[in-house]
């Protein structure tokens, strides 16, 4: 089976209302850029006549629609619209916060006055100051060519239709298929403006588009669901309904008659989508929360080894239209791309202000989390695709469902529920279920044989295929 990574549709197919010239920012919004300035200036301004020595305030606005439809009747449609106004107040190093979704004037005092109120009453914290003002995003250094709006001016009614499409094409494929979860749409998008008193101003709006199916194979005793999806920022990059639809039920007909298997220790490859986890389980480990806590199994790892040489992860948050692309952090920082891990070594931490502080470091832009992600190996060759890794792996398992976040990020103990294919000699043999797959993530991470060139992008994080050496299987 091959992923529909990259497969698209005519545009009329999917976004028949989608504007063919680029629709201005506030499209779909009932608050423009301008209004949310003059909220967060307010707020700020009322903090300091209340006599606050920083402050800092973010607005914001999200709106979309969700429809969802099951043996191609309509089961579900939401809209939603939300708006926010957030207020953090510093008194020296007390520090406030508060937050209301009414814009009236008399509001926002409140919201302040809480804030303000908090601050007076909470311990003092030396780290829990603004941003300092040399790491602050200053206007004329924020991209803004990163492409992260595209409006999809869909109607429920479309919206079912495309979800009825996608269910319909996975019913279609094989009559083993006669039942469904069902399929689904969504249109999302989202703007906000921030500022704060050490000098930070910028906003910009975005949005995330999907369709889905979660088909099922089979019947009595010997069911099986799987699904497929395609998210992108602009819908006319989706993925057709009837590719989505096809390689969903492609997934669930490959896992009938799956068996268990007996208790062994033997190589594991990671189907791509689920090697993302294994960079996300990275990510947490030195990421500053845990790391000035420590409570992390990778802790001190600056400078040293965790991977093996061939590997490196790669960090961008100037990709266009990518899910982890920003030209500033939560904060307001400066973001830049970097090498986070260079031939196996670690080469930095994912840290914000508060959490650089706290360990004596200086912030790494990744204020609310990491940007886009790649794990790339030095070893990988154009065809190291999904077949060429069983070859390589020769007898083992392929990992293509995990259950369970059976993951202890302080000692680093790894035990979830897995599902997949049993492969011998470079062939997949049939499919396996209800095993756990167990290990400790830091000998999993250095004990990474290979990555395949089968790279798929799960949120911010892009990694192919994944080889651990071995780790141990409970099965019957």
Same mark, same amino acid.
């Given at each position: 089976?091959?992923?529909?990574?990259?497969?698209?549709?005519?545009?009329?197919?999917?976004?028949?209302?989608?504007?063919?010239? !680029?629709?201005?920012?506030?499209?779909?919004?009932?608050?423009?850029?301008?209004?949310?300035?003059?909220?967060?200036?307010?707020?700020?301004?009322?903090?300091?006549?209340?006599?606050?020595?920083?402050?800092?305030?973010?607005?914001?606005?999200?709106?979309?629609?969700?429809?969802?439809?099951?043996?191609?009747?309509?089961?579900?449609?939401?809209?939603?619209?939300?708006?926010?106004?957030?207020?953090?107040?510093?008194?020296?190093?007390?520090?406030?916060?508060?937050?209301?979704?009414?814009?009236?004037?008399?509001?926002?005092?409140?919201?302040?006055?809480?804030?303000?109120?908090?601050?007076?009453?909470?311990?003092?914290?030396?780290?829990?100051?603004?941003?300092?003002?040399?790491?602050?995003?200053? !206007?004329?250094?924020?991209?803004?060519?990163?492409?992260?709006?595209? !409006? =999809?001016?869909?109607?429920?009614?479309?919206?079912?239709?495309?979800?009825?499409?996608?269910?319909?094409?996975?019913?279609?494929?094989?009559?083993?298929?006669?039942?469904?979860?069902?399929?689904?749409?969504?249109?999302?998008?989202?703007?906000?403006?921030?500022?704060?008193?050490?000098?930070?101003?910028?906003?910009?709006?975005?949005?995330?588009?999907?369709?889905?199916?979660?088909?099922?194979?089979?019947?009595?005793?010997?069911?099986?669901?799987?699904? =497929?999806?395609?998210?992108?920022?602009?819908?006319?990059?989706?993925?057709?309904?009837?590719? /989505?639809?096809?390689?969903?039920?492609?997934?669930?007909?490959?896992?009938?008659?799956?068996?268990?298997?007996?208790?062994?220790?033997?190589?594991?490859?990671?189907?791509?989508?689920?090697?993302?986890?294994? $960079?996300?389980?990275?990510?947490?480990? /030195?990421?500053?929360?845990?790391?000035?806590?420590?409570?992390?199994? $990778?802790?001190?790892?600056?400078?040293?080894?965790?991977?093996?040489?061939?590997?490196?992860?790669?960090?961008?948050?100037?990709?266009?239209?990518?899910?982890?692309?920003?030209?500033?952090?939560?904060?307001?920082?400066?973001?830049?791309?970097?090498?986070?891990?260079?031939?196996?070594?670690?080469?930095?931490?994912?840290?914000?202000?508060?959490?650089?502080?706290?360990?004596?470091?200086?912030?790494?832009?990744?204020?609310?989390?990491?940007?886009?992600?790649? $794990?790339?190996?030095?070893?990988?060759?154009?065809?190291?695709?999904?077949?060429?890794?069983?070859?390589?792996?020769?007898?083992?398992?392929?990992?293509?469902?995990?259950?369970?976040?059976?993951?202890?990020?302080?000692?680093?103990?790894?035990?979830?529920?897995?599902?997949?294919?049993?492969?011998?000699?470079?062939?997949?043999?049939?499919?396996?279920?209800?095993?756990?797959?167990?290990?400790?993530?830091?000998?999993?991470?250095?004990?990474?044989?290979?990555?395949?060139?089968?790279?798929?992008?799960?949120?911010?994080?892009?990694?192919?295929?994944?080889?651990?050496?071995?780790?141990?299987?409970?099965?019957?």
């Amino acid at each position: 089976m091959k992923k529909p990574n990259s497969a698209r549709r005519p545009a009329s197919s999917i976004a028949p209302s989608k504007p063919t010239s !680029p629709a201005p920012a506030e499209s779909g919004f009932a608050y423009s850029k301008g209004f949310f300035e003059d909220l967060v200036d307010s707020a700020m301004a009322h903090a300091k006549k209340l006599g606050a020595t920083d402050s800092a305030a973010h607005a914001s606005e999200g709106c979309g629609l969700s429809v969802s439809v099951r043996k191609g009747e309509l089961e579900n449609v939401e809209r939603n619209r939300d708006k926010s106004l957030g207020i953090t107040v510093h008194i020296g190093q007390r520090r406030g916060n508060a937050s209301t979704s009414d814009f009236s004037q008399k509001a926002i005092e409140q919201t302040v006055q809480a804030a303000f109120d908090i601050a007076r009453f909470t311990a003092e914290d030396p780290f829990a100051a603004l941003p300092d003002e040399a790491d602050i995003a200053k !206007p004329s250094e924020q991209r803004e060519d990163l492409e992260l709006f595209f !409006p =999809w001016a869909i109607n429920s009614e479309q919206a079912a239709q495309l979800a009825i499409r996608t269910e319909a094409a996975a019913l279609s494929l094989d009559k083993r298929i006669a039942n469904s979860e069902g399929g689904s749409v969504s249109a999302q998008q989202s703007h906000f403006f921030s500022a704060h008193t050490h000098g930070f101003r910028g906003g910009y709006a975005s949005s995330r588009h999907s369709i889905s199916v979660s088909p099922i194979a089979g019947k009595g005793s010997d069911m099986q669901r799987d699904y =497929w999806y395609s998210s992108e920022r602009d819908a006319l990059e989706l993925a057709s309904p009837e590719v /989505v639809g096809r390689y969903a039920a492609e997934r669930a007909l490959s896992r009938l008659k799956a068996r268990k298997i007996a208790t062994t220790e033997c190589p594991v490859l990671f189907e791509s989508p689920m090697s993302a986890g294994l $960079l996300g389980g990275f990510v947490q480990a /030195v990421s500053g929360g845990a790391l000035y806590r420590k409570s992390s199994f $990778l802790l001190d790892c600056l400078g040293k080894p965790v991977f093996p040489k061939h590997i490196d992860i790669l960090e961008d948050p100037f990709v266009k239209r990518g899910k982890g692309s920003s030209p500033f952090d939560d904060e307001g920082v400066r973001v830049q791309a970097r090498s986070v891990v260079e031939a196996g070594v670690v080469q930095g931490y994912f840290l914000g202000s508060y959490s650089a502080r706290k360990l004596g470091m200086k912030t790494t832009g990744n204020a609310g989390g990491s940007h886009n992600l790649t $794990l790339v190996s030095r070893r990988t060759r154009p065809g190291d695709d999904l077949d060429a890794m069983l070859r390589r792996m020769g007898t083992g398992l392929l990992v293509t469902e995990l259950m369970g976040s059976g993951v202890n990020y302080v000692t680093g103990d790894y035990s979830r529920g897995a599902a997949g294919f049993w492969v011998e000699n470079g062939r997949i043999a049939y499919p396996v279920h209800e095993i756990t797959i167990a290990g400790n993530m830091k000998t999993m991470l250095r004990n990474i044989e290979a990555v395949g060139s089968d790279a798929y992008s799960y949120g911010s994080k892009t990694v192919g295929s994944v080889l651990i050496r071995k780790m141990k299987i409970a099965g019957s």
